[in-house]
Nanobody, 117 residues
């Protein structure tokens, strides 16, 4: 199965920042909506942010104003800038690409974000 590669997670103190990256090998992302989801322990995977091929962005209420999703189509990359991080942001973060109602790639392994003192 083809999957996107998410990276950039780590351990950060509350109020800190992280920048997540998302890339695919051998596949162009230009024409797809790119999405970020996260899954915390004991919870279902939840929507975080999405961005259209022309950089229209949308966010979950819980992260709006703190997170910024972006993309660089020339580099075939997607990004999630995470500022003012809170402990409740702790989760495994996954990226994917959306075509209609279907995700193009497997969810893969994600990248762990831990916000803790």
């Amino acid at each position: 199965q083809v999957q996107l590669v998410g990276s950039g997670g780590g351990l950060v103190e509350p109020g800190g920042s992280l920048r997540l990256s998302c890339a695919a090998s051998g596949s162009r992302l230009n024409f797809y909506i790119m999405v970020w989801y996260r899954q915390a322990p004991g919870k279902q995977r939840e929507f975080v942010a999405a961005i259209t091929p022309h950089s229209q962005a949308s966010y979950a209420d819980s992260v709006e104003g703190r997170f910024t999703i972006s993309r660089n189509n020339a580099e075939n990359m997607g990004y999630l800038q995470m500022n003012s991080l809170k402990p409740e942001d702790t989760a495994i973060y996954y990226c994917n690409a959306l075509s209609g109602s279907e995700y193009l790639f497997s969810w893969g392994q994600g990248t762990q974000v831990t916000v803790s003192s």
